[in-house]
């Protein structure tokens, strides 16, 4: 039997992605769009013998594409061309949420309506009469409430019934006022294609839609049409002072309101206050709201290193005991140092800190469903301001790991969603400072080893430092390299909700597993490769008849340090070493360029080659902690270090195709580099001295 491809499409916060893991459980893939890191979901269902294949595409308001989110939606949508839509609306906010069902209506795509939330529509005593609804708009209507699993099998019902062609959907067409309908008319026959597909280049054509006039420029239409939509826009412009988009807009909006009329009753309309309402009252409040923030990121990191301590202890004792075990049971050789070495104790040391990112995410989750992360864009657009930023900005910065564990890619890419130029470029050159789920590692391990009061507490002060210093940085750039105006700043605040457990499980297991991924892809390669750079060239006969006499560990650094990695982490050593770094530190930093998880798998590789104790299961913090190299000073340095210095190689990648320009991207390695040796340089001459 035929797949059956199902888009789910809805506006942010309208419980679409809940809904897709109702309906695909633990059974999907991700992926990014190629060339892009807007984030690809999608799952294979199979319901009563039918095969379905759900597609869960970017939250969007409408399709009118103005971020990359929205284009990705779109494109979906045109270029995949989906058996079927599944839009998932809002019951509590449909007026907002059925202007994007206009325009799925106006692509003559088959859609099936999942009223979502409907008992956050019924506790705001609105009573919607689906009946109705589904005749004014011609669409099947099965309600949901995807958080419980309700509505779930009667959604795939509906499916199933539209497979089998059992179920016609009635496809309504608009009007847009004379002037639009008149240029609609015309330019239907002048494009020449479908009456659907022609009647939506043209309004596409009309809202200036940069996309989709550049795709079809070289078509035979593509001048004529040009032409009409210009006198259209003076004429709109001369007797009625606005323009086309802005009438499309308007009927829009009109075709919603007169559907929604006797469908969506309410009592006490006038004098309700909702849940929501009230304790934004409290959490976005002038003076309490700041304070309630930092106390609920206290709690984030409080949670995290409590949680994860006993889970993380258990996998440092199995990484020991495979270590121990491999250096027992392999002879001696190259093979053996690989495994051991490379690997086991590269590796081990990266995937020792995973269930402290599981927790993390985890925590992360609970802020993101309940909707108190769109509460600290909305406080910190203030304080954005005054720093040549705007409230848009910190979502970037959020993703990038503002609340440590994210990545500062898809952070750039979010960057796309601001619209003012200056504000964009600071952001995107910015968020690399964020505490990443990348650097989450580096810190816990010197946190770990350093740091003895209260570790939740050490781990939130480094991400308000990171703050701090992305902020300060940004003013800087905003009032030398990148000056300009200020843009304006809107966001919606959703309905606070319950996260559900297995929805807050599914979300940390899925960005815990692309940490694992990772862990044993790419940071495997990189370390065997780092592995072979501390190992050869080996030591000649000559070099070892000189150090005859010494001690097996003795041997062992100075073959570690005469390898080509020893020989770039010494040659570095006469300018790090005012930062407190020795070459081994050196060697990772180094490593770091490529991924920042590198740091601790090469400081990992590092120590364990300097050693050749079979017994010696030490973690990695303890061994640091030992090292009479190692101080406190050291520590502070390289947590500033780590903060600052060059951002990721993909990350540069990702600047350099959103600003357009490798000048950024190089910029941005030399600038960042350079800021974070001259504060580890201060900090290590301040704290070493201490120390």
Sequence with gaps: MNKVNIALIGNPNSGKTTLFNLLAGTNYHVANYPGITVERKYANVK???????????????????????????????????????????????????????????????????????????????????????????????????????????????????????????????????????????????????????????????????????????????????????????????????????????????????????????????????????????????????????????????????????????????????????????????????????????????????????????????????????????????????????????????????????????????????????????ITILTVPFMPCGAKIPVFALLVSAFFTGDKGLAMLSITLLSWVFALIVAKIYSITIIKGENSSFIMELPPYRFPTFKGLLLHAWERTWMYIKKAGTTILAISIVLWIMMTFPQLSNEQMSVLNGKSDNEIAEFALKNSLAGKIGASLEPISKYAGFDWRTNIALVGGFAAKEVVVSTLGTAYSLGEIEADDTESLSEKIQKDPSWNLGVAISLLLFTILYAPCFVTVVAIVKET????????????????????????????????
């Design 47 to 425: 319901y009563k013998d039918q095969n379905l294949v759900l597609h869960d595409l970017p939250g969007t308001y409408s399709l009118t594409a103005y971020s990359q989110e929205e284009l990705v939606t779109r494109n979906f949508l045109i270029k995949d061309r989906p058996d079927l839509v599944i839009q998932v609306v809002d019951a509590s906010n449909l007026q907002r949420n059925l202007y994007l069902t206009i325009q799925l209506l106006e692509m003559n795509i088959p859609t099936i309506i999942a009223l979502n939330m409907v008992d956050v529509a019924e506790g705001r005593n609105k009573k919607i009469d689906i009946s109705v609804l589904e005749n004014k708009l011609g669409l099947r209507i099965v309600p949901t409430v995807a958080r419980s699993g309700k509505g779930g099998n009667e959604l795939l019902e509906a499916i199933l019934h539209h497979s089998k062609g059992s179920e016609k959907l009635n496809i309504t067409s608009f009007s847009y006022g004379n002037d639009i309908d008149n240029f609609l008319s015309e330019a239907v026959p002048l494009i020449g294609k479908s009456e659907t597909e022609s009647k939506w280049l043209a309004l596409k054509y009309l809202e200036n839609d940069e996309e989709v006039m550049s795709e079809n420029s070289h078509q035979n239409f593509h001048s004529l049409l040009m032409k009409s939509v210009k006198k259209i826009e003076n004429h709109t412009k001369n007797t009625l002072d606005t323009y086309p988009e802005v009438i499309i807009a308007d009927y829009r909006y009109g075709a919603v309101r007169n559907i929604l009329d006797n469908v969506v009753t309410q009592k006490d309309h006038s004098s309700r206050i909702y849940l929501s309402d009230t304790i934004d009252k409290i959490l976005t409040q002038r003076f309490i709201g700041p304070i309630m923030l930092f106390f609920i990121l206290y709690l984030v990191y409080k949670f995290t290193f409590w949680a994860s301590e006993y889970p993380s202890g258990l996998l440092e004792s199995f990484f020991g005991f495979l270590s121990e075990t491999a250096e027992s049971k392999l002879p001696d050789g190259l093979i053996k140092s690989l495994i051991v070495s490379g690997i086991i104790d590269g590796v081990g040391g990266v995937l020792g800190f995973t269930p402290l990112i599981f927790f993390m995410f985890f925590v992360i989750a609970i802020l993101e469903d309940s909707g108190y992360m769109a509460r600290m864009a909305y406080m910190l657009d203030r304080i954005f301001k005054w720093f040549g930023l705007q409230g848009n900005s910190v979502v970037p910065f959020i993703i990038s790991g503002g609340i440590a564990g994210g990545c500062a890619v898809p952070g750039v890419m979010a960057s796309r969603t601001i619209k003012g130029k200056k504000e964009r470029l």
């Design 660 to 691: 357009a320009s490798y000048k950024w991207g190089l910029f941005s390695v030399v600038s960042n580099t350079f800021i974070a040796y001259i504060l580890a340089v201060v900090a290590y001459q301040l704290f070493g001295v201490l120390s």
